[in-house]
């Protein structure tokens, strides 16, 4: 229902002779309630939105990760297992041959405002490929979220388009747009079942559209651009073998996608850019105008895939949002830190942020109050002896800014940086701020926040006006943590119970031996009366239950399949069990914490033990939120 039909609905009951009694009173109250009721309907059409995940962690509940497993591979969180905790990246697949993986982000979000995708890659390799020179690619896609997910082709479709040589007759299930960047080139091929298109483009981004229930219409080709026709040229992918994955300044790209209606040509813009430097503009891709109209409720989607040649396809930090609006996004140039009082500090104290203030309208947004908070992983700010803000510079050239903004440090309290910018219209600011680590946090983490507040009326979606970095913190020697207490979903399972993972970390400088007697690992878990735990394979194979009282289980890591935990990484024997309400307890359970306590066996030295602990709440799940609404800014 449009605006004007509610305001005629309106005028109808002002002229509508309704008797001043009680009884009719209370009837026309409610009427004006339903009014009230359908105009909220109809502002949800076009709400505000944001997601954010960094995918530099390995807990992400909403996300859903897949492949065929095996040989044939699937998509995976790197943190922890090839890179260090809170430093990791979504791995779709490995530089394997024929290799197939893709996430989806479970939540969905609405159209009406438009849409931004921006997120960042990286396509490189570590072994020889021979002939191929890296392949094949990935791609994002926005489909249906009323529509159950079945992922198209993979290989040169890229798990969007179909694939009828490689068994998949349709694409992607009710796809609407899918972009792929393509190392090989057969994105852009009308072969295996694929429809219209120039022919191989290696090194290209190509669009292609919606699904149709039509073998010639479906996924069409759109548009395409091809950036360099050298398979050897590091332009979609690295190029260059590398042992380990290729740093931002040899090679680096974030993507944005964005959906949005034209007023004055009724068309659906789509664009993509860009970035191949960090900080630096985006470039244009590729624009392109449909009389395709998205669905209401989209969900974002990713795959790759590998064939006689390969790639690691990986991504991070995507952000999901509304277009038309003001918004922030913070970005660090490192991934862990060393404190300066430990060792290999002297090389990984320091860390830069950039604080990108984007204007994404056609005027100007003036009066924006600016606050930047450093703090520990408990919510508290810093104190000066912890971190030191170093310096705080906007950059950019004339014409962002309007006016200088005004921009420092608080004088009374340490680590709060506060100001008052003005943007250009359609344009992007940024401030660059640098800081030295001097200890450990609480928590092992440096939270870095921005937000943004503007005047009254001048931003449609405020949800996208924060942005934070989460950056972990080895401290000096061996420092254990406890990940998250991984269950299988938010509600009780009150017949069968519901099963958890719990796995170590080291988040200290040094390795640790866990074989040595006496360094012993040894985790805790605890919960409330009336709940029964069941250990579950392979947890007794490599742990030993060396505590088991009603509501305390002490696991001691006795046959560890790993002897060595190197610093920053998780150990791969997991602990895992099942917790399940006993029958006298169901009826008064709405709602249970376990907890994990993790311990080093005669261990005096541990000076770091406020990371020690990790919870876990379930509840009943008799009433659920809002998935279109949704933030995530912890990894």
Avoid at 616 to 629: E, F, G, K, Q, R
Wanted: one cysteine or more; glycine letters at 8%.
């Amino acid at each position: 229902m449009k605006k004007t039909k509610i305001n005629e609905l309106l005028d109808k009951l002002k002229h509508m002779k309704v008797h001043t009694n009680r009884v009719n009173s209370m009837i026309c109250y409610r009427i004006i309630a339903l009014v009230a009721a359908i105009i909220t309907i109809c502002q949800t059409s076009k709400a505000q939105f944001t997601i954010i995940d960094d995918l530099r962690g390995n807990n992400y509940p909403h996300i859903v990760v897949g492949g065929p497993g095996g040989q044939g591979g699937e998509a995976y969180f790197t943190s922890g297992i090839n890179d260090p905790i809170g430093s990791g990246w979504l791995r779709l697949t490995r530089d394997l041959t024929n290799q197939r993986g893709f996430a989806y982000i479970d939540r969905s979000f609405p159209s009406g405002m438009g849409v931004l995708v921006d997120f960042e890659y990286k396509m490189w390799r570590s072994l020889d490929d021979n002939t191929y020179q890296g392949a094949d690619g990935l791609s994002v896609f926005l489909f249906d979220a009323t529509v159950p997910f079945s992922l198209g082709g993979y290989g040169g479709s890229l798990g969007y388009a179909p694939n009828t040589q490689g068994g998949s007759a349709t694409g992607l299930a009710g796809g609407y747009v899918g972009v792929g960047f393509d190392a090989y080139g057969n994105f852009s091929n009308p072969t295996e079942g694929r429809i219209d298109g120039p022919g191989e483009r290696p090194n290209s981004v190509a669009l292609r559209g919606p699904t149709t229930n039509s073998p010639s219409t479906t996924n069409r080709y759109l548009a395409g651009r091809q950036l360099s026709t050298s398979r050897t040229s590091n332009e979609v992918d690295y190029d260059n073998v590398t042992t380990t994955r290729p740093s931002s300044d040899d090679f680096y790209r974030r993507v944005q996608i964005t959906i949005m209606f034209n007023e004055e040509t009724e068309l659906y813009d789509i664009t993509v850019r860009w970035a191949k430097e960090p900080g630096e503009a985006f470039i244009d891709l590729i624009a392109y105008s449909t009389t395709d109209p998205p669905p209401p409720t989209m969900k974002v989607g990713f795959a790759a895939s590998t064939g006689g040649g390969f790639n690691y396809h990986e991504i991070r930090n995507i952000l999901v949002t509304t277009l038309g609006n003001l918004r922030t996004v913070k970005q660090p140039n490192r991934d862990y830190l060393i404190p300066e009082n430990a060792t290999g500090g002297e090389n990984n104290k320091d860390i830069t942020y950039t604080i990108e203030v984007v204007n994404d309208t056609p005027a100007p947004i003036e009066d924006i109050e600016l606050r930047d908070t450093v703090k520990d992983a408990y919510g508290n700010i810093l104190t000066a002896g912890t971190f030191e803000i170093t310096d705080i510079t906007p950059i950019d050239e004339p014409g962002v800014w309007i006016g200088t903004p005004t921009i420092e440090e608080s004088t009374t309290t340490p680590n709060i940086i506060r100001g008052t910018v003005s943007v250009a219209a359609n344009r992007t600011g940024r401030i660059r701020v640098t800081g030295i680590l001097k200890q450990t946090p609480p928590g092992n983490h440096v939270v870095n926040t921005v937000k943004l507040h503007v005047p009254e009326g001048t931003d449609q979606d405020t949800l996208n006006n924060v942005s934070s970095v989460r950056t972990p913190v080895y401290a000096q020697g061996i420092d254990l943590i406890l990940g998250d207490i991984i269950p299988d979903g938010r509600c009780i399972d009150y017949v069968n119970g519901n099963t958890f993972t719990v796995q170590v970390s080291n988040m200290g400088t040094d390795d640790l031996y866990v074989d040595d007697p006496n360094r012993r690992i040894t985790v805790t878990i605890t919960h409330p009366e009336g709940i029964r735990l069941t250990p579950l394979h392979p947890s007794l194979i490599r742990w030993e239950l060396t505590n088991n009282s009603p509501t305390s289980h002490t696991y001691r890591l006795t046959n560890p399949s790993e002897d060595l935990l190197p610093r920053g990484f998780t150990h791969p024997d997991a602990i895992r069990f099942r917790l399940t309400p006993e029958i006298t307890d169901i009826p008064n359970r709405s709602a249970y914490t376990v907890s994990a306590t993790v311990a080093q066996f005669n261990d005096e030295d541990d000076q770091n033990d406020e990371n020690n602990i990790s919870e876990a709440s379930l509840h009943n799940c008799t009433v659920t939120s809002n998935p279109m609404i949704y933030q995530r800014v912890r990894w």
